[in-house]
């Protein structure tokens, strides 16, 4: 695939610009609608008036919230320069948009443009055109969530997961497109293993370095994975990348956020970092699970699966609200009773990777021993499978654990992870593990993985790796998670498409 | 002393390195330290360097880079940053007067009024703290749930110190203000329910559970609270119904430690409904039926230990009933207790936490007290 921003993709963007604009303004037996990418077009039925607007190719478009009956489609700017469009279209007909879908955007924060679309039919598939196009683009689609509980039509509900993808446009990207090739890498995946599509992106913070400001995120989140983001929800977590200086504004007279490297802040109004202006993350249940009341973490289901996001560096900054998350976290998880429970924050409880988990703590990987010390026992008392982190930029996937919240050196395999006559079992082949652990018959146990290396790759601590991990490897890649009904399989994918670990869960 | 100041001192110490601190994040200060190079009379960007080095634990090199910021532009603006370090490091006197002086200048810095109430809830001026945590709602539209929380807590506790002005009514009114500005709060019902059981006043605890979001009572747990508090009113039809909608929710979960956490409680709560209707052998075996589904939990009990189901049957079989009430089956507290399949399943101190206030309201009733 050619980089996001070369020329060759932008006269691709335009042209697909243009035949949608031919197509809504034309009627629907004009011959260049059927250059629209992405499939024959067949005429819509006449008795149906669709939109007639024009469509907008936005300078980022993504998807939020992306739910069993709702759904938010948000954008901003508009790259051929003109006027950024208001107003979107949707329905289930690619190419007969009815007139009476037509919505129009709400102005958000730092001049974004979001639609929240409701009453929608789980497990179905959706098309919009941006700007009110009667036609929808190829790559403007998503699939509803199934309804709770139910697994999708598909069987299978397909995370992708990126950690610490942020590279791309910083001074990080010494080689030049590692996020992108990245991307590359899980997309001949997908292309050669059934090309089933991907229902969500889970992000591990990090994804916009070195300040997470909001031109970081266009270089290192829109312009990268346009396509991906326009047809899946992503959910992320918050990185300490993207927590400017510490969190705090230090400008004496408002409260602007201040990347810790410099550059340009988000201006006001409610947010002072531009990871909360950028997403439009639930806080009240609208996707279901708790409500949190904050952007900062949050829940949500996705048919079998439940997600929970957590912030990781909460407890650093006040004892008080990192307290609140907890007891979020456990009432979160006790209302839940899906097949599947996958939870994400940034600073992983065990690594050897580019940060070490026993390290002196004190400071930026004091997270790192609070989310050991205080959260792993809360995840494995409450039917968590599996646990996504970043920020070492590794892969390191563990056993499957239970009760070790000490440094490597205290690590048991006979004690603290699931074995067979004290060697911890590997996940892989007839060593799959289930959900309910034999040895203890409860389910009690998680496989933490560090999927930090999405957009670089970088160095090891002292005794890499862990004792506690299956497997290990300081090279670029992403992981994919399949939940099925009765199993949960995850990969790691390196740049070429290749599997280089996974595991499996069984129900 | 907690692990976590330990490992703050030892990072004070002189063998503190940044590789210890943090390997890794030095990305931000081999920039900073190149911006600086560019601009070295920039005082911002000092003070954005302290931060960094502030957050890996390099508190020294903060203070100077705070000092040398002081030397390049106004005194006044290094006084946040500075205070922000000092209160990390645990020296609330001396980051206090530096706040004082900084929100003076700059009266609606909602950060500094949020870190000036932190360092005077943790320097125990915890008037002073409520006043600033007021100022800061009023400053930023949207906290935090945990700082209203924080807000909610002091106000309880001077309350509870019998302070001029505060009290648990005011408490419950200002949380009930912020569940109405935000729609929908679940940390604040749900403290607003322990405030009205710490008061043993079951109706409007009641009322607050039925008000919490939809998506509580998916939790086995929200139903056994439910019964418990439609046991204190002696509501017992309605106590047994929400049992059973917990028991049906616990059955289809997989076996886990909370779930047999939950069990138990529920196994305890099941075999109160059990008992006696006089009111002297009901009090009586409330007691024999707590001591023994929580033992640790009792007064006069062993060495706070996890117990293995032998325990349960050996106690149960060796209880005998006291001469006012002999009725009582001896297995009745028993009776329905799914026996745990493995040793994870072991009973644990810890369980008791979530009962106490109920068992201590229900105790309460029984003996007449308010």
């Known amino acids: ?146 309804a709770l509980g139910a697994a999708p039509s598909d069987g299978n509900v397909r995370l992708w997961v990126l950690g610490d993808s942020g590279t791309a446009g910083s001074s990080l990207d010494a080689t030049g497109g590692m996020a992108a090739s990245v991307r590359d890498g899980y997309l001949k995946w997908v292309a050669n293993n059934g090309r089933e599509p991907t229902d969500m992106v889970l992000m591990l913070g990090d994804a916009a370095y070195l300040d997470g400001t909001d031109a970081q995120f ?127 924050f940034h600073h992983p409880p065990y690594t050897k990777g580019s940060h070490d988990s026993d390290s002196t703590a004190g400071g930026v990987d004091q997270p790192i021993f609070d989310i050991r010390e205080q959260y792993t026992e ?66 009690d146990k998680v496989v933490y993985t560090v999927a930090g290396s999405s957009g670089q790759a970088t160095t090891t601590a002292e005794s890499y790796p862990h004792d506690a991990m299956a497997h290990s490897e300081i090279l670029l890649g992403s992981v994919v998670i399949d939940a099925s009904k009765t199993k949960l399989t995850a990969t790691f994918v390196n740049v070429d498409g290749e599997v280089l670990d996974d595991f499996v869960i069984q129900r | 002393m907690g692990l976590r100041w ?98 003076k200048a700059n009266p609606g810095h909602a950060e500094a009024t949020m870190y000036r109430a932190r360092v005077q809830r943790d320097a125990g001026q915890h008037e002073a703290a409520l006043a600033d945590y007021r100022r800061y709602f009023s400053l930023q539209a ?50 607003a329910i322990e405030i009205e059981q710490q008061g043993c006043r ?34 017992t039809e309605a106590a047994s119904a929400s049992l059973a909608d917990a028991k049906r929710l616990l059955d289809a979960r997989r076996p886990s430690a909370d779930r047999a956490q939950l069990l138990h409680r529920h196994d305890f709560l099941a075999a109160l409904l059990t008992l006696p209707t006089t009111a002297k052998g009901r009090s009586q075996r409330t007691a024999q039926l707590y001591q023994r589904f929580y033992p640790v939990a009792a007064p006069g009990s062993p060495a706070r230990s996890k117990m293995r189901w032998s325990d349960f049957e050996q106690a149960d079989a060796t209880h005998t009933d006291g001469p006012e009430d002999p009725a009582p089956d001896p297995h009745t507290a028993l009776a329905g207790f799914e026996q745990p399949q493995s040793a994870a399943s072991r009973y644990d101190a810890a369980w008791a936490a979530p009962i106490e206030p109920f068992y201590r309201c229900l105790r309460n009733r029984q003996s007449g007290s308010p």
């Open chain 1, 1 to 146: 695939m050619r980089s996001p921003g070369s020329p060759q993709r932008r006269s691709f963007a335009a042209l697909i610009v243009m035949a949608s604009l031919l197509t809504a303004c034309g009627n629907s037996s004009n011959p260049t609608a059927a250059m629209t990418p992405g499939g024959p077009v067949t005429p819509p039925p006449s008795n149906v008036a669709k939109c007639a607007g024009g469509e907008v190719d936005p300078q980022r478009l993504f998807l939020q919230q992306v739910g069993a009956d709702r759904a938010i489609i948000k954008w901003r700017g508009n790259k051929a320069g003109g006027a950024e469009a208001m107003s979107l279209c949707f329905g289930t007909d690619r190419t007969a948009l009815p007139l009476a879908s037509q919505k129009t955007a709400t102005v958000t924060q730092t001049d974004h443009r979001e639609v929240l679309l409701t009453g929608l039919t789980p497990d179905t598939l959706y098309f919009y055109s941006i700007g009110g196009a009667g036609s929808a683009l190829a790559t403007r689609s998503f699939r509803t969530a199934p």
């Open chain 1, 218 to 344: 266009q270089s290192a989140v829109f312009d990268t994975y346009p396509e991906i983001l326009s047809a899946a929800a992503m959910w992320p977590t918050i990185g300490n990348h993207e927590m400017g200086s510490s969190g705090v504004s230090i400008a004496p007279a408002t409260a602007l956020y201040l990347p810790g490297t410099g550059g340009l802040g988000d201006a006001l109004p409610d947010s002072p970092m531009p990871y909360l202006n950028i997403h439009t993350l639930p806080t009240l249940g609208e996707n279901g699970g708790e409500p949190s009341n904050t952007e900062q973490y949050y829940a949500f289901d996705y048919g079998n699966v439940h997600v929970v996001s957590l912030d990781s560096q909460v407890a650093i900054r006040d004892a008080g609200n990192n307290e609140t998350m907890k007891q979020w976290l456990i009432n979160d998880l006790s209302a839940n009773n899906s097949d599947w429970t996958v939870v994400i």
């Open chain 1, 378 to 443: 809360i995840f494995e008392d409450h039917g968590v499978d599996v646990v996504y982190s970043g920020h070492s930029h590794s892969y390191e996937r563990s056993f499957y654990l239970k009760g070790h919240t000490g440094l490597e050196a205290t690590f048991d395999p006979a004690v603290h992870a699931e074995n067979s006559a004290g060697v911890p079992l590997t996940g892989r082949g007839t060593q799959a593990y289930r959900q309910i652990s034999p040895n203890s018959g409860a389910d």
């Open chain 2, 6 to 103: 330990t490992r703050l001192l030892v990072c004070l110490g002189l063998f503190c390195t940044a590789a210890q601190a943090g390997i890794g994040l030095p990305e931000r200060l081999v920039l900073l330290g190149e911006r600086i190079a560019a601009a070295p009379a920039d005082q911002g960007l000092y003070l954005r360097r302290a931060l960094v080095y502030s957050d890996t634990g390099e508190f020294k090199l903060a203070l100077a880079d705070v000092d040398t910021a002081a030397q390049f532009g106004e005194v006044a603006n290094t006084y946040f940053v500075r205070a922000i370090i000092l209160y990390r490091l645990g020296q609330f006197a001396q980051a206090l007067p530096l706040l004082n002086q900084f929100i």
């Open chain 2, 142 to 191: 949207r906290a935090e749930p945990g700082d209203y929380l924080t807000a909610a807590r002091l106000m309880v506790e001077l309350a509870g110190q019998g302070r001029k002005g505060y009290s648990r009514h005011a408490a419950l009114a200002f949380l009930d203000a912020r569940i109405q500005q935000l729609g929908n709060a679940p940390q604040l019902q749900r403290y």
């Open chain 2, 202 to 235: 079951s109706s409007e605890a009641v009322a607050r559970l039925e008000q919490l979001h939809a998506n509580a009572r998916r939790a086995p747990q929200w139903h056994l609270h439910m019964a418990e508090q439609q046991l204190l009113l002696a509501r």
